[in-house]
Each structure stands twice: as C-alpha cells, then as structure tokens.
C-alpha cells in the first residue's frame, strides 16, 4: 500500500472554485487508478470522480460539467478541479487509488472500501 496526502480544501463561496490534489508516498509504483470520494455529514461516502492510468475518467452524476479529474502518472498524483460549487459540495474528500486490477475496478465502480489506500481527507466548505 502507498500513503496518500490530500491538499487544497478550504472554504470558498457559492459559484467559486477550488482545486484538490493528492500524491501518494511512492512516485514508482504503478497505480491502476486514482479517485476522489467524498462524504458529507451524515451521508455515506460517495465517488466524486476516477481515472485510470490509461485516462479513462469515470464521473458521479453531481460531478459531470463541473469537475475535472486529471492526474500525472509519472509522479502519482491526482488532481481535482471544482467548479460552480454549491453548499451541497460541502464534505470531506478523500483520495484513493487502486493498485491491483480488482482494487482499480472498485476505485472507478465507487466500491471505495475495496480500493488499496485512502488519504486522510481534506474538508471543503461551500458557504450559500
């Protein structure tokens, strides 16, 4: 497993924008996918958006037209760009990747508990 270590959270109004990264521990390992979940309070935790390291990009239906996911594979980090939020994106978001086949197809599908490693979360607060 890789740690993972999220950054760019914050608070930020209604209508702005924000950008999220994360970079796992270990740049040489191969990692399948990479993916940002989020949870609200109260609320399970969801997927946001993933990639794999091919660029196939899978997104949540809230996310579509206003994230981008994008990610460097030779330095293993993923990256997420929000746009237009809304209160409703308010939540602690968290990275995850997927090293093996399995792990990466769960990562993408938003089975986030059968991904290889989480990050510690990183909390985004959209103020109405």
């Known amino acids: 497993q890789v740690q993972l270590v999220e950054s760019g959270g914050g608070l930020v109004q209604a209508g702005g924008s924000l950008a999220l990264s994360c970079a796992a521990s270990?740049?040489?390992?191969?990692?399948?996918?990479m993916g940002w979940y989020r949870q609200a309070p109260g609320k399970q935790r969801e997927l946001v958006a993933a990639?794999?390291?091919?660029?196939?990009?899978n997104y949540a239906d809230f996310a579509k037209g206003r994230f981008t996911i994008s990610r460097d594979n030779a330095k293993n980090t993923v990256s997420l760009q929000m746009t237009s939020l809304k209160p409703e994106d308010t939540a602690v978001y968290y990275c995850?990747?997927?090293?093996?086949?399995?792990?990466?197809?769960?990562?993408?599908?938003?089975?986030?508990?059968?991904?290889?490693?989480w990050g510690q979360g990183t909390q985004v607060t959209v103020s109405s």
């Open positions: 995850a990747v997927g090293m093996s086949t399995a792990q990466a197809t769960a990562v993408m599908l938003g089975r986030g508990a059968e991904s290889g490693s």
């Open positions: 270990d740049s040489s390992v191969s990692i399948t996918a």
């Open positions: 990639m794999t390291r091919g660029g196939g990009r």
